[in-house]
């Protein structure tokens, strides 16, 4: 009886010793990965400050090859032959896609560096803050000749302001660069008793199935959106959260 009663005590001071290691073993396992992570954490931040620094210092630069165009166009066109030209209109294209990149450079470092704070958050009309974004693209859909079609009605959600206006910007001027010359760009909005569905949809170029997956990443872009080969497909973001309260049709 005793050897059986020291037997159990063996077996169960070897299973706590094992446990006890175990357990060690996992809580410096997790020390080391939160270390990682926060190492990895500080680094991001480091990474998208130099970008965001970097960018700021190329927004001089190109407005200054923009100003030197518009100089020349304006000034010295008639003095300029055909073949140089057409150069001069390929160099303001060219800057004029890179100043895009670098609008959504910023606009990508601004929406990752400011955190969700629910005192930002307040009932806004989707329909204003459109309107809003409409009016600073209204020109560069001009200069396309593209025509923007808005049917949203007057619903109101509750949501960060400048966030919403950040998001419709980069979803609406995506679609006026997209969409092929001369076409057009239709938003459409339906609300519910708890959301609103916004609908973009342009005429341009699409995106292959295969992509969709990628299309939150960080900077992608397909191969089509260079070419302008067929039609982009309809988006719908049926996110847009009611407040509280009957709020309906304004």
Known sequence: MVLFALSAVFVWIVIWYFISSLSESVRKRDHQLSIANEQLRRAEEEKTRQVLITTHELKSPFAGIENNIQVLRYQYWDQISPEMQKIIERIEARAQTLRERIRKILMHGD??????????????????????????????????????????????????????????????????????????????????????????????????????????????????????????????????????GDWGLK
């Open 111 to 244: 929406l990752k560096s400011s955190e969700p704070v629910e005192d930002k958050m307040a009932s806004t009309d989707i329909k204003s803050v459109i309107d809003s974004v409409m009016e600073e693209l209204r020109d560069k859909a001009r200069e396309r000749n593209i025509e923007v079609d808005i049917q949203v009605p007057n619903a109101v959600v509750l949501g960060d302001t400048k966030n919403l206006s950040i998001f419709f910007s980069n979803l609406i001027s995506n679609a006026i660069y997209y969409s092929y010359e001369g076409g057009k760009v239709e938003i459409t909005g339906k609300e519910n008793t708890e959301s609103v569905y916004v609908s973009v949809r342009d005429h341009g170029t699409g995106i292959r199935e295969d992509a969709l997956p990628k299309i939150f990443d960080e900077y992608f872009h397909t191969n089509e959106a260079a070419s302008l080969t067929r039609c982009r497909p309809v988006w719908v973001y049926p996110w847009l959260r009611r407040p509280p």
